[in-house]
């Protein structure tokens, strides 16, 4: 999708945002009788008109206030994706966006649900040409928008197609490897570092965890490290964000049941694919931080020679994990990446992962369970993060009464926590393999969608990267 700035095209599909009905009368050649129907669908609750021109369409806005500023603001991203609807079915190529309500950043926000929702993975339809989208380009009118909103509009965009489009492609085409290749191409493209461990690598830095994982596989495992140093960091310390890449996840020798539980496991990568492609947004927006990200990948498959309950691993950090389930293997990839973070004295580390169905059964697909330990302003500015972007979190205790469920018979800690609090029980796993300030960010029921919703498409949905770039843009500045 692609957004400007109104300078001398002729558009003639337009959206006016209006805040009062009042404001009908400054559409250009707007008819009595058009204001009368407008009246009338606005009396009826309706609040996104289409008026056919013959030749183009204009449709009205009127946004409605809603309870809190974060919920207009979501109202107008799925009006926007209302608008998408319309707007391909009429075949429009483009659209000018005029807004003349009150609501400063209307424009943006209906430009967004536009966006998100026009989203398409058509790598493997052989009618891609006669399903794509005929809307390509968002036209703002002066008044609308700065270049400067315009211009970080885009790359969000941008970080979020690529997101999804990671989490859409399967196992046969992403391997670790290839994953780690993706990665590098987005640094190349945007301008950060990538430097990517192999196998031979992994057993040198003894990162037990991942190539416990990899055993049953085919393919070997990677581990991928971003780093992006702007010219003026406002942070002494690096931010280090990590994101589990299971590029597959059939539970292993604990086999996930096959009745469906494996039908979305290529998605088991989001949390890659979100802190991938979030350093291609903070890499192109230029964001005065200096960041690194940690994507451990592997694919994990019961095998001739997969690791299996009862087996006792040494992680890179040197503790030592009695395996009771193969099939929580997130946490043992995320263990050693999150002890590699280490190295870089950091101020603050944020993982995200598809790490519990636990998570996802507690509060379902309209937020992200975190937990951690950094301290409350951090938290406070995520969780606004979360609300302004309708990516909202919510926060779960690391009480040490959930560490004693980890504790093993035979090793340090086990990886399970027993049938109570396994969100947390994963949480407290990953904290022993911390000593900075962390949060951990369990995306597992959001990152992929079943069903078109508002503004996100079936499949991958990068579901949480508004809320990260969100309180990245704030980071250091309050
Ligand atoms: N990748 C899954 C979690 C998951 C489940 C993500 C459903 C998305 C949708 C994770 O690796 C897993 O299997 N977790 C287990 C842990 C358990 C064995 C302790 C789970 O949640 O059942
Ligand atoms: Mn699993
Ligand atoms: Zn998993």
């Known amino acids: ?44 609750d309706q609040n996104l008109i289409t008026l056919n021109r013959y030749g183009y369409f204009i449709f009205i806005y009127l946004v409605r206030p809603k309870k809190t500023d974060a919920l207009t603001s979501e109202s107008i991203r799925k009006s926007g994706a209302d608008l998408q609807g319309i707007s391909n079915k009429y075949k429009l190529a483009d659209l000018l966006i005029n807004n003349i309500s009150t609501t400063a950043n209307a424009a943006l926000l209906l430009a967004e649900g536009i966006a998100l929702a026009n989203y398409q993975f058509l790598k493997y339809r052989t009618n891609a040409k006669k399903i794509t989208h005929t809307l390509t380009t968002v036209y703002f009118t002066k008044n609308s928008a700065t270049l400067k909103e315009v211009n970080q509009l885009s790359i969000t965009v941008d970080a979020i197609y ?26 190349k493209e945007a301008g950060f570092k990538v430097t990517i461990f192999n196998k031979a690598r992994l057993i040198k830095e003894k990162m037990g965890g991942i190539l416990a994982v990899n055993r049953g596989s085919i393919q070997p495992p990677t581990f991928t490290i971003m780093e992006y140093i702007p010219k003026k960091a406002i942070n002494k310390k690096p931010v280090v964000l990590v994101g589990k890449g299971v590029v597959y996840d059939t539970g ?11 039908d979305r496991m290529k998605s088991d990568m989001s949390g890659a694919a979100l802190v991938s492609a979030a350093m291609y947004a903070i890499a192109k927006m230029q964001l005065p931080l200096h960041i690194v990200a940690l994507v451990p990948a592997t694919d994990n498959r019961p095998g001739e020679n997969a690791y299996v309950p ?30 590699w973070a280490k190295r870089y004295n950091p101020e603050l580390v944020a993982d995200f992962a598809t790490l519990t169905g636990a998570a996802s059964a507690a509060i379902g697909e309209h937020g992200i369970v975190c937990m951690g330990t950094a ?31 980890i504790k093993s018979d035979i090793a340090d800690i086990k990886n ?26 369990d995306i597992a ?28 843009i704030h980071y250091g500045r309050s």
């Not at 196992?171 to 987005?186: K, P, R, T």
């Not at 292993?252 to 494996?262: H, R, W």
């Not at 691993?313 to 990446?337: F, I, K, P, W, Y």
Request: proline share 3%; glycine share 10%.
């Open 375 to 405: 301290d409350d302003q951090t938290k406070q500015a995520f969780r606004e993060s979360g609300f302004r972007q309708y990516e909202r979190l919510v926060e779960y205790p690391l009480w040490d009464e959930y560490g004693d469920q």
């Open 310 to 339: 009862g087996d006792v691993v040494t992680m890179a950090s040197g503790a030592t994990v009695e395996v009771l389930n193969t099939d929580a293997e997130g946490r043992m990839l995320l263990g050693d990446a999150l002890h």
């Open 252 to 262: 292993g020798v604990s086999l996930k049941p096959t009745l469906n539980s494996m």
């Open 445 to 472: 029921g959001v990152s992929f969608a079943t069903a078109r919703k508002g503004y996100t498409p079936i499949g991958g949905t990068a579901y949480g990267m508004r809320m990260l770039l969100d309180f990245l």
């Open 162 to 187: 690529k997101a999804r489009t990671l989490v859409n492609e399967p196992l046969n085409f992403l391997s670790a490897e290839q994953l780690s290749a993706e990665i590098a191409a987005m640094g």
């Open 1 to 44: 999708m692609e957004f400007k700035i109104l300078q001398k095209q002729a558009i003639k599909n337009q959206v006016f945002i209006i805040d009062l009905e009042a404001k009908i009368s400054q559409v250009p050649e707007i008819t009595e009788s058009e204001t009368a129907y407008l009246n009338t669908c606005f009396a009826d």
């Open 416 to 441: 399970t926590g027993g049938a109570s609090g396994g969100a947390i029980t994963a949480g407290k796993f990953l904290e022993h393999f911390t000593d900075y300030p962390w949060m951990h960010f």
